[in-house]
T-cell receptor
Framework: DQQVKQNSPSLSVQEGRISILNCDYT??????FLWYKKYPAEGPTFLIS?????DKNEDGRFTVFLNKSAKHLSLHIVPSQPGDSAVYFC??????????????FGKGTKLSVKP | NAGVMQNPRHLVRRRGQEARLRCSPM?????VYWYRQLPEEGLKFMVY????????ESGMPKERFSAEFPKEGPSILRIQQVVRGDSAAYFC??????????????FGPGTRLTVL
């Protein structure tokens, strides 16, 4: 049973436009969410995170929105650049409790930004 | 992910051999996580360790897999008697402190294990 779902395997966007990557989760215990970017043959690189007490977190061109009632979060990249082309993973964790913060990942969305 | 070191980057083993994967966390980090990524899949949690302690191994297969994080030296993920299904990318991550807003995990470049 997949607790973190990224339903779009791929997304293609024109340079300069907005990229919106979506993520849904099923476990209402999740209270910390992260986005990672991954290039081929490299490890995931942390991008941005959000705690469940917030509904928005912004860092430069990257903004993450969290809708707890819908169990949905999204990553907005504005403006998109060709160097943003990568696979983006959504991850969630339960802080405290027995899981000790291990991350549950979605399957990823491959973003292609065309010049 | 600069700072988390993994070696080897690529490892080829024949069925039945042992694989040892090493991970040195970022400086100042004492918490290490191991994840496995199969082709076309997301990363799957395997085990969480602190120095000399296994905190959570709920994602680790019960047989053939073991992990350690000794007082000195890197964390080791050991796979005995490898099978073809063990072929995957194995990522190590470290964090300074779990269970809080600073719980961001930083990943190494991974070890790609191929079992022939």
């Amino acid at each position: 049973d997949q607790q973190v779902k990224q339903n779009s395997p791929s997304l293609s966007v024109q340079e300069g436009r907005i990229s919106i990557l979506n993520c849904d989760y099923t476990n209402s215990m999740f209270d910390y969410f992260l986005w990672y970017k991954k290039y081929p043959a490299e490890g995931p690189t942390f991008l941005i995170s959000i705690s469940s007490i917030k509904d928005k977190n912004e860092d430069g061109r990257f903004t993450v929105f969290l809708n707890k009632s819908a169990k949905h979060l999204s990553l907005h990249i504005v403006p998109s650049q060709p160097g943003d082309s990568a696979v983006y993973f959504c991850a969630a964790s339960v802080l405290g409790g027995g899981s000790q913060g291990n991350l549950i990942f979605g399957k990823g969305t491959k973003l292609s930004v065309k010049p | 992910n600069a700072g988390v070191m993994q070696n080897p980057r690529h490892l080829v083993r024949r069925r039945g051999q042992e694989a040892r994967l090493r991970c040195s966390p970022m400086k100042g980090h004492s918490h290490v996580y191991w994840y496995r990524q199969l082709p076309e899949e997301g990363l799957k949690f395997m085990v969480y360790l602190q120095k000399e302690n296994i905190i959570d191994e709920s994602g680790m297969p019960k047989e053939r897999f073991s992990a350690e994080f000794p007082k000195e030296g890197p964390s080791i993920l050991r796979i005995q008697q490898v099978v073809r299904g063990d072929s995957a990318a194995y990522f190590c991550a470290s964090s300074p402190l779990p269970g809080g807003p600073s719980d961001t995990q930083y990943f190494g470049p991974g070890t790609r294990l191929t079992v022939l």
